[in-house]
């Protein structure tokens, strides 16, 4: 057996060195402030909702979010933000049937929708989604936003439409077809992360 001796400064130094190289090879794109409104040491905690009713939220809601990394989806401040966004849009004090990451300042392709085409109804998160088609069929329906409180309004949108989004499983797009009430909800969120609000959709 051969004993091998080991420099222990130069084995620290080198250490330093692998971490520094694995956290500049997955650079996340959240910005400083939006890993603060995430928060690591937040895992299920409600998030406050950007409202049209101050200057500074209205100029993030009506930005276009951009698309989520690969990087990003590995990250523990993804994970965190899937559960807080979960947690917020089903607050017992102001729930809602769907939430897009721009209401609670992060301005990300990723929303979270019920789903009532489905047995039990539950709530699912989309990253990276967009609407690939949207059916001629239309119709008038009501419409309300945790960003616009207290306010309805009546919006033409399709009655059916065809989503594709990213899986954060195994990072490949996949697409649905939605149809009725929660394909109306999926437009909704979507607008969101165009900047859109639906008080907008009047006007174009």
């Known amino acids: 057996m051969k004993i091998l001796k080991i420099d222990l400064n130069k084995m620290a130094v080198v250490i330093v060195c692998i971490t520094a190289f694995c956290s500049c090879s997955k ?7 939006e890993m ?3 928060g690591l040491d937040s895992t299920d905690g409600i998030m406050p909702i950007y409202t ?3 200057p500074a939220d209205t100029a993030l809601l009506n930005a276009v979010s951009s698309d989520l990394s690969i990087n990003d989806m590995q990250s523990e401040y993804y994970k965190i933000l899937k559960k807080r966004l979960l947690a917020t849009v089903q607050d017992s004090t102001n729930p809602g049937v769907g939430i897009a990451a721009p209401q609670v300042g992060v301005s990300k392709r990723l929303v979270a929708v019920q789903r009532f085409d489905k047995p ?3 709530f699912e998160l989309y990253s990276n989604i967009r609407l690939v088609s949207l059916s001629q069929d239309k119709a008038w329906g009501w419409e309300g936003c945790l960003s616009v409180p ?9 009655t059916s439409v065809v989503i594709s989004y990213i899986d954060d499983k195994d990072f490949k797009e996949k697409k649905d077809t939605v149809e009725g009430y929660t394909a109306v909800i999926f437009q909704h969120e979507v607008d969101h992360l165009d900047g859109i609000l639906y008080t907008e959709r009047k006007k174009l």
Request: aromatic share 4%; no cysteine; hydrophobic share 30%.
């Open 36 to 38: 603060q409104l995430i």
């Open 120 to 122: 039990e109804e539950p």
């Open 52 to 54: 049209v009713d101050d």
């Open 27 to 33: 650079k996340l794109t959240f910005s400083e402030n």
């Open 150 to 158: 207290g306010k309805r309004d009546t919006v033409l949108r399709s």
